[in-house]
């Protein structure tokens, strides 16, 4: 009988949601703070029924510890590294303004300098390039409040649209910024 109660009542596990990445990253930055959904859910602008199944999927993926509050880092960097990528693939879409990212985010211009500019749509934004989609659509507002976050994310959409050399600067960023490797 234990067995089947187990089962019955664990919540059922249909697959990441793109919202999910940001909010693992979010708790990973701010983990050593109290965790709190709801808070969680105002500077990410979701929902907290969104935020709660979102942390719900992790821990079913085995990313997260809710209980414990930990995120478990190298789990969420072999995910990132090598299955973003695929399972959250990204479509180069027309000419926007918006907020720079992937190659465009000032950390990757500064070592990279590309003149191809990528951008969140954002109709307050101040570059213009090639729109790539956030994961969500109030994506911008958390990364216009949370630097780290926004850099994050960025580097993300690296491994999604780069080419190998940006990649491999991205990993080695997210590597630093993540699992404290130097």
Known sequence: MRNFNYFYNMRKHN???PQDIVVLLKLAITEKEPLNLSRLSNTLF???SEVSESVNRSEIAKL???KNRVVFRQNLMEFIE???KYVFP???GSIVRGLPTAHSHPFMQEKIGSETFYVW???KGSVIGMELLPF???QVEAAKQDSTLYKLLALVDVLRVGKTREVKLAILEL???LLNES
């Open 136 to 138: 969500y659509g109030k």
């Open 90 to 92: 990204q479509r180069l």
């Open 15 to 17: 697959g990441m949601r």
């Open 46 to 48: 979701l929902s907290l």
């Open 64 to 66: 997260v510890d809710y």
């Open 121 to 123: 749509p954002d109709h």
């Open 82 to 84: 090598h299955g973003v």
């Open 175 to 177: 590597k630093k910024i």
